[in-house]
Nanobody
Framework: QVQLVQSGGGLVPAGGSLRLSCAAS????????MGWFRQGPGKEREFVAG????????GYIDSVKGRFTISRDDAKNTVYLQMNSLKPDDTAVYYC?????????????????WGQGTQVTVSS
């Protein structure tokens, strides 16, 4: 079982930046993939970014490519989501998630544990 605690988020004007952090405990952090999802107002939860065990593979939803960067620090048991050039459409509750194995995909069912969620609001 993995416990995930998120930090970061908040209110930022369009064009601004934020960094989300997610600290893990429990299972050996370096053994599994990590991901970030988000759920906007009135929308379904969607995959945003994923990173494989070891960090050799990353992937993003098309709408955030070139603006968001997922990274991991296995020494700190932490995964990050750096968000630049934020847009009002990025407004959502963001969740980190721990994968069931070393590789991620975009499906929530492939993730075993979830963070508590953090609100990101981008003003126009």
């Amino acid at each position: 079982q993995v416990q995930l605690v998120q930090s970061g988020g908040g209110l930022v004007p369009a064009g601004g930046s934020l960094r989300l952090s997610c600290a893990a405990s429990g299972r050996t952090f370096s053994s599994y993939a990590m991901g970030w999802f988000r759920q906007g107002p009135g929308k379904e939860r969607e995959f945003v970014a994923g990173i494989s065990r070891g960090g050799s593979m990353t992937g993003y939803i098309d709408s955030v490519k070139g603006r968001f960067t997922i990274s991991r620090d296995d020494a700190k048991n932490t995964v990050y989501l750096q968000m630049n050039s934020l847009k009002p459409d990025d407004t959502a509750v963001y969740y980190c998630a721990a994968g069931r194995g070393p590789i991620y995909n975009k499906y929530a069912t492939s993730f075993a544990s979830w963070g508590q969620g953090t609100q990101v609001t981008v003003s126009s």
